[in-house]
Structures are given as structure tokens and as C-alpha cells.
């Protein structure tokens, strides 16, 4: 079989150089003549709505070589897309005109150049409703699309976006992912001559089957696709405060629970599907009353959060998430990682790796199906990621001695309220690897102090994590039972004593009896 050649004109529009009527010219010889018999009045021409020139095309028919269309000669032309999908922009026109038949819309179908060509995008616009769906073929910088989307907004009730191959930049999606919990797709599927549309919706996480437009409906919330969970909200902005009202007034309208508590779901859901949202997007989810906070009142909020889902606990710190234009953790994170009692991270680049272990850890423990979560980068006190399975540093007594010197052991930790072994208390998602590392050092003491303090940790821990730990105790518990350093039992000293006179007497008993023996003959 031959493949069509991309630089061949593979598409015109039937009747006349204005159409919108599009046609994909069939490749091989025998289809071509069936197709010529079937039309035999069809003219076709390089259409102003194809970006061509306007003039006519002859369809070529090769037996050794693809079909194609052609210019006259003594012709210039400047179109630059001619494969087979230059006119899918008229064939989604077509087949929305008859969906809405069919579903009995009033929608119209508006094609858009946006610097490119005719076919950058494909607007639908349903009737008194002011409902929009935009098709978008080609790629915009995600400045320039929000800048469309909020203009767009402005004159509908609902607004979906719908995009091609490669026509989503990665903000503009993880935006949508954080705003919606999905992503609306279109591709084209060819029969024949022409080309129909499909439609899915998708997350990080899975997506839907693709499914033809007769499977979608427009409902008061927007474009449906069947499959997708909807998380929609309203295109239309918070009243504004009155020109009498007190600065904050607008943002009063809700308590510093009720943001601290849509800061927090916006924050797990971002984790749950696995994307990092700047501030302005995550006040598109938790609400724009947060977008005027100045930075010390963001810190405070943000506080709040961690201390509402235990972040100092050992679990991730939600705040972690947070990015800027450049990708990079905003720098007062380090703030409310310190407040939490994390550590504060020295210099931008530390905070940076520090952030990116605690995103890791919020994708483990919050997306589904969750997972273990890697242990949380420790930090120094100086603000510098510590050495990875390095002890913390303690206190030695060097006594110098001829010779060399000699190491005293450690003195132990003075007990304190709930700890009364006197090992330092763990993070409850640390434990487990404590646990472990004492069995490797064969402490049989601090085993048994960790296990009392993970019998109450245990109950805090969601799982995964709880079972993993509960495991842990198990094999410390038999490990323990094993007594691997029992020490051996002290004979008292009546016993010792005894022993001594018992085995005293042997020996004296044996020595007379061979004296008695001397001089004796055999019988």
C-alpha cells in the first residue's frame, strides 16, 4: 500500500472557492474512480477557508502512486496544510450543525483564525442560553489563554474548553486538572471521504472512551461526556464589595475556618491528581476571596492548614505543593515549614529539593491508590539537608588514655512525660524504620521503648503507613522474644559455695580410695 505523501493537497471543498463543504480525496485508484462515478458534476477547489488560494483543483488519478488533488497550471498558491486533517475545522462544523439538529439546539458553529490559520479554533455558541464550547486546534501560550478564557467568561454562563493533539500547554492542563478534576480531548477518526469527531475526558489518572458527539450533551453545567465526574463551578465572579464597604470586606464573607478548610481540600485534591498549582489557581478552587492575601497572611493561613492535617506529624506538608511561574516553590514555604516545626531551609535551592521530596510524599499519601510515602528529607540545624542515615549528632567524652584515646558511652536521654526509656520521641511515619535500625544495632532497650511509643502512633497513621508499622511491631515483638543479648543468670553465693565443698569432697573421696588400693593384687 502506498502512504500518502503530507506535501500532497489531500483536502479541497466541493462547489466553490467560499465552501465550507470539505472532501478528503480518496488515495487509491479504484475508490477515486468509484467516487468519480458516484459525483461526476463536483468541482473542487483550493477554499478560501482551507487558507488556500481559491482556485480550482483537478483530482489526479495514479495507479502507481497516491491520488491526489492539483492546481492548474500557471497557478500560485501559499496554503501551507494540506494533509488529510487541513479540514477538520469544517468537518467539526459539519458535524456539530447536525448534532444540534439532532439534540435540538439553537448552536452555531464560528471558525477563528488566531495568527496561524482559519482553522486555529471552532467556537459553539448555543442560543439564548450564552452556553460556549471552544474547539482549540492550535497551541497558546498559557498567558495568552487565560487571558482568552477570562474574556470568553465574561459573556457565558458556561464555558468548556475542548483540545486537540498537542494543543494544551502543561500549565493550561495542570489549571484544568485543578479546577475541574479533568481535561476535555477531541481527535478525528476518517471514513471515507470525510472525517467525524470524538470526544473523552482525562486526568492524571485514567480517561474516558473516546465517544462520538451524539454521546454528549449540553446540561445547564456545560458539555457532558459520559464518564466524567464533574467538579464545575460557576463562571460568574463574587459580588463585589459596595463602594461604602471597609477594606477585607468582600473576603469577610467567610470565616478563617471555612478558608482554612477549602484551602486544605484544594490543596489534597491537588495532590490527588498529582499536580502543583501556583496560588492564583488554588484560590480558583478554594476562592477568590484568598487572591488579595498579602504574604505574611498567606504564611498564616497556610500554618493553619498544616496544623488542621498534621503536616508536623510526619505527614507531607500540603504548602509544599505550591509553585510560581517558574516552577520553583514560592519562597515563604520555607516560613510555614518552619512554623510547622520542619526546619527552615536555608537557601533557595535546598527549599527547592526539600519541596520536591514533601510533593512526592503529598503524591503517595493523597493520590489513589495511595502508596508508601518516601521519608522526609531532614534538615540541619543550620538549614541544610542532613546526610541521609547519619545519627544526629550527640555529645562524646574522649578520655585520652596511653595509647589512644577511648570513647565513653553515650550518656542516656533523661526521661521525659510519655518517655520514660529516654529515647527521643520519632515522627509516628518514622517509626517503622527505627524500629528496624534497632534490631540492626541489636538494642534490645530501645526496641522495647520504640514499641510503646508505636502501639500509640499506631492509631494515628491512615493506611497504608498503619499496617506497614503494625508489621514492624510484629517482627520486633518476635525478634524481642528471641532474647538475642539475654544476659546469663548470677549463681548466689550459698549455691556457689555448696558447689565448692560438693566437688571438695569428690576429690578427697577419690584420693583416699586409690590410696587404699596401693599393694593390692588382682584377684
Known sequence: MISPDSRLVQTAVIGGRSSGRA???????????????????????????????????????YRDKVCHFAHRPNTSCHRTATGAS???????????????????????????NLGSSPGDAVDFRVGDARQHVRFQFSKLPHDEWNETRAWLAREASTLDWVFGPGAAQPETMEELYDEYGYLLRFRFETFGAVRRIRLRAEDPRRSTDWVPLDA?????????????????????????AGPGAAPGAASAARSRDEQVLALKDALVSAARFRTRPTWEALCR??????????VPDRVSLLVAVEQAADSGEGGPLLSALLKTGESGPPSYVAAVADAV???????????????QRETDRAFAVHGAPSRTAPPRLSLTPDGHIASQGAESPQHRTIVHVPGGHVRMPR??????????????????????????????RRSPERAAALLKQAEGAA?????????????????????????????????????????????????????????????????
Open 285 to 294: 478552587s478554594a476562592g477568590s476571596d484568598l487572591l488579595e492575601l498579602t
Open 411 to 440: 550518656e542516656r536521654t533523661k526521661p521525659s512525660k510519655g518517655n520514660s526509656a529516654g529515647v527521643a520521641r520519632q515522627s509516628d511515619t518514622e517509626l517503622r524504620h527505627a524500629l528496624r535500625g534497632a534490631r540492626e
Open 341 to 355: 516545626g520542619c526546619g527552615a531551609p536555608a537557601t533557595a535551592g535546598v527549599l527547592k529539593r526539600w519541596c
Open 23 to 61: 472532501i478528503i480525496l480518496p488515495t487509491n485508484a479504484d475508490e477515486l474512480a468509484q467516487w468519480r462515478r458516484r459525483h461526476p458534476t463536483y468541482t473542487y477547489w483550493c477554499g478560501t477557508q482551507l487558507g488556500g488560494c481559491g482556485n480550482e483543483l483537478s483530482d489526479r488519478l
Open 86 to 112: 487541513s479540514a477538520d475545522h469544517l468537518f467539526i462544523k459539519d458535524d456539530l450543525a447536525a448534532w444540534a439538529g439532532r439534540q435540538r439546539l439553537r448552536g452555531r458553529a464560528t471558525s477563528r
Open 459 to 523: 492509631s494515628r497513621l491512615p493506611e497504608p503507613q498503619r499496617s506497614q508499622l503494625v508489621g514492624e511491631m510484629a517482627i520486633t515483638r518476635r525478634w524481642l522474644a528471641g532474647n538475642p543479648r539475654k544476659p546469663k543468670k548470677k549463681q548466689n553465693q550459698k549455691s556457689r559455695s555448696a558447689g565448692q565443698a560438693k566437688a571438695g569432697k569428690t576429690r578427697v573421696g577419690k584420693k583416699a580410695a586409690k590410696r587404699n588400693l596401693r599393694g593390692a593384687r588382682p584377684l
Open 216 to 240: 454528549c450533551a449540553i446540561t445547564p453545567d456545560g458539555l457532558r461526556v459520559p464518564g466524567a465526574e464533574r467538579r464545575r463551578r460557576s463562571l460568574r465572579p463574587r459580588p463585589a
